[in-house]
């Protein structure tokens, strides 16, 4: 399924009682990205979801928390995703082996083995409308000032929260990948979190108060939308990922080397925001906005 079925699907089941439902609780990996919120908060009210890559087998809510909801039954959809956020706890994953410490102990973080640090987002929809609305603003400003703009952009991806680590950008090395060499070189790494990216990029690179404005304004609408995080001390997450691939070649390329079900053009997000027209000014090295549905690939 699709991130766009998953929209349809709720949108038919929420269609005939005009209500939405309370709470969607998304387990798979990646998922706390705002092209999937873009995509389902119309018919939910609270979203629970990961940036990162998730444990393996880890999912919430988790017995206890669902026990206290049966002796609370009425109990408000707000507190319950708290009782879930609450009940969570981050992981650091990274590979220990003579090879791994070998790779580790070189002076390229390239070469270096992946490390996963896992989080937990409560995402509170009625405020998606306002960060879409300034995502797209912030998008604009940077395709006007892209000559200017572009080193600093190139910057700030290079040292930018990054996800997806886990799964390898080459089909031909999966096997390698999961047993000997979870390296970052071959690591995919094309999900970024949002906050941390606007607030590098206004805050240590740039001084333009078009840029500075318009990055305030998405932090403050991301701020009253993820209404709570678990995460590891020291992470940079802060509750919602974007997609912004490290490469040309990365561009509408599916993690695992799975066969693409849906081109990034064609989501919601990307039809309602010039941020897919930034990707591709930006990876193609254009100075000037193009059509959209151009494939990079």
Known sequence: MSVTDLGGALGNITRGSGERIDILSLNMCLSSMIEVISEVYRYVGFI???EADNAPLYVWPSEDVIQRLIENPRVSPRIFTGWILD???PCYYEMNTPLSSLFN???YPSLHT???KTSLSVIDTS???KLIKAIDKFSNVLITGINEFKSMITEVRSVVRSFGRWSTKYHILVPVYENWFPLNIFSYSD?????????LLTK???RDDGLRNSSVEVMKS???VVMGLKKLPGDHSHGISIYFPDSRSQYNKPIWGYNLTLRYEDLGFSENTRWDDLLHIYLLGNSVSIERGVNLK
């Open 204 to 206: 240590d690179y740039s």
């Open 48 to 50: 629970v979801a990961t």
């Open 191 to 199: 999900y970024i979190d949002l906050y941390d990216f606007v607030h």
């Open 114 to 116: 992946v490390v996963i």
């Open 222 to 224: 991301l701020k009253d």
């Open 87 to 89: 009940d969570y706890e």
């Open 127 to 129: 405020g998606v409308d």
């Open 105 to 107: 102990s070189l002076p």
